[in-house]
């Protein structure tokens, strides 16, 4: 159990980490887009991890850390994870990426292992859509998904590189004002049926954080990514868990199927 004044060091480490990451205020201009997240030109989900001391650099980019890094995990629901196209070392972190064009620094999403212990995930079409209405659709199934796979990921690492806590896990939605849910799972009305969006999200951009004294075990990953879903869902002002099958082979659980 971390004492009142250690927690409050710990949070004031991860403020200057927010600071240098954009994520102090949701109604700031480039949001969340600092760091890592400046290289994909149209990020819409940002998720961040900080251990305890983002500021000191604990892990080295060795032989056996790339060994390890560019090896393609399996996820925790029993679907291959991304398979990164391309792996790039960074000042401050290892990134696997899709290319968003043939230069370097143009990414359409990402998975960095940061030098201080820290994970960091950007993710641009593979989080939200955009419809031939100029729409944004954000994908919520994909983006569980996705968060889950990070965490359950960010699991080994921690074992593997001895990273200590606390944590502080962060998740982000950039350019929400106006835009809808869908990629839900079996057996929910998907857009654009007006059941499935009876209204538009009213905030600019989403951002909730979550502490934890201990990192999650692989069942404890997947109830924080289903928290997530929920906190998404409600910011659209539902009450409903459409990232769980409502019918079909995966009804009652995480619907692997729609996973895209």
């Known amino acids: 159990m971390i004492d009142d004044a250690s927690r409050e060091i710990h949070r004031s480490r991860w403020r200057r980490e927010h600071e240098r990451l954009g994520f102090i205020d949701i109604r700031q201009q480039g949001f969340a887009t600092g ?19 983002p500021e000191y650099d604990l892990i080295e980019f060795d032989d056996e850390f790339w060994s390890w ?8 629901f029993g679907r291959a994870t991304e398979d990164w196209e391309r792996v790039i070392p960074t000042t401050h972190a290892a990134a696997r990426y899709h ?46 998904g996705r968060l889950w796979s990070a965490l359950d990921l960010y699991r080994e690492a921690v074992e593997r590189f001895n990273i200590n806590g606390p944590w502080e896990c962060s998740v982000a939605l950039l350019g929400t004002s106006g835009s809808m849910l869908g990629n839900f799972a079996t057996g929910w009305a998907e857009y654009p049926d007006p059941d499935a969006n009876p209204r538009s999200c009213a905030e600019p951009n989403l951002w909730r954080r979550w502490e934890m004294d201990e990192w999650p075990s692989q069942d404890e990953t997947r109830n924080l990514a289903f928290a997530a879903g929920t906190w998404i869902e409600n910011s659209w002002g539902m009450g409903i868990r459409r990232f769980i099958a409502h019918s079909g082979s995966f009804e009652g659980q995480f619907d692997a199927s729609h996973y895209r």
Not at 35 to 53: A, E
Request: aromatic content about 8%; hydrophobic content about 40%.
């Open 35 to 53: 760091g890592l997240g400046q290289y994909v030109s149209n990020l819409t989900v940002r998720v961040v991890i900080l251990g305890g001391d």
């Open 69 to 76: 890094w560019k090896v393609n995990h399996v996820s925790p």
């Open 99 to 144: 290319p968003h064009s043939s230069k370097s620094w143009e990414w359409e999403s990402y998975i960095a292992l940061c030098r201080n212990g820290g994970l960091d995930m950007g993710l641009g079409r593979d989080g939200a859509a955009v419809t031939s209405e100029h729409k944004r659709v954000f994908r919520l199934v994909g983006i569980v």
